[in-house]
């Protein structure tokens, strides 16, 4: 049974170890066509939100401290399987073994009810769980709505113009519960904002800052670019921007979101 190791690390880069050292692990199965770059990403996905719960929320680990993950896996007919009893977290700071033992099995034990509960909701109806996917966004794009009825600009402004100064967008990390944070730089590789791509109600959703000048701007479109896509070419979502008209927003406002969002990177 093959062994994941992240070796020694940095709390805050967990994620990015454990993704990487799958796809590296696996790359002649992905050659070979036993196993897809799809189903490799959902495990890493799903180990490292496993692995988010104990660090963050339990061991409340700070993201400089030191840590080292292994766990026993197996590939059997294209699907990664975790052996869950063979995780170990080991956390470098002064914390008895015991404790992190009895946290990874308690975060162990809570993602799988979860993941149990979810798998209900979804035997008992496909549609059920979309129709209430599109509620969720409809009520957070009313929420949006009523903030840029706060907010002291809100003038639209004409598609194309506001990401004219953008030349790349690259991956700063992954979201806890799936989804990119892209960094947008011009030409000089200086930061102009980011842009948030994350999937709901079948739909990957981008929502994009953008600081240029002394404008800000924000704005939020679906699309039906994949997240895998947007994961191998962070620049697609670029010409997707560029088809939105924004919103023009505070600059304090812009900075206080971006603050926000880059909080939420694993």
Not at 162 to 179: D, F, Q, R
Not at 223 to 248: C, F, H, Q
């Amino acid at each position: 049974m093959p062994l994941l190791s992240t070796g020694l690390i940095i709390a805050g880069a967990y994620a990015d170890k454990v993704r990487r050292t799958l796809f590296a692990q696996l790359k002649d199965k992905i050659k070979n066509n036993e196993i897809t770059p799809q189903e490799v990403a959902r495990a890493a996905g799903e180990l490292n939100r496993i692995i988010y719960e104990a660090l963050v929320y339990k061991l409340k680990i700070d993201k400089g401290d030191v840590v080292r993950i292994r766990i026993n896996y197996e590939v059997e007919d294209g699907k990664i399987k975790w052996d869950y009893s063979s995780l170990t977290i080991e956390a470098f700071r002064r914390e008895p073994d015991e404790k992190v033992e009895e946290i990874v099995k308690e975060s162990i034990k809570e993602i799988l009810e979860k993941e149990k509960e979810e798998k209900t909701i979804e035997e008992k109806g496909e549609e059920k769980r979309e129709e209430l996917e599109e509620e969720k966004v409809e009520e957070e794009q009313e929420k949006e709505k009523e903030e840029e009825k706060e907010a002291p600009l809100t003038t639209p402004q004409p598609p194309g113009e506001w990401t004219s100064n953008i030349a790349e967008a690259v991956i700063l990390g992954e979201l806890p519960y799936g989804g990119y944070v892209l960094a947008l730089r011009d030409t000089n590789g200086d930061s102009l904002g980011l842009v948030v791509a994350e999937e709901r109600a079948g739909a990957t959703v981008l929502d994009a800052i953008v600081i240029s000048g002394d404008n800000a701007y924000r704005a939020y479109t679906k699309t039906e670019i994949p997240l895998s896509r947007i994961g191998e070419d962070p620049n697609i979502v670029l010409e997707e921007l560029k088809k939105v008209t924004p919103t023009v927003i505070s600059k304090d406002e812009a900075r206080k979101i971006i603050e926000e969002r880059l909080k939420e990177l694993t």
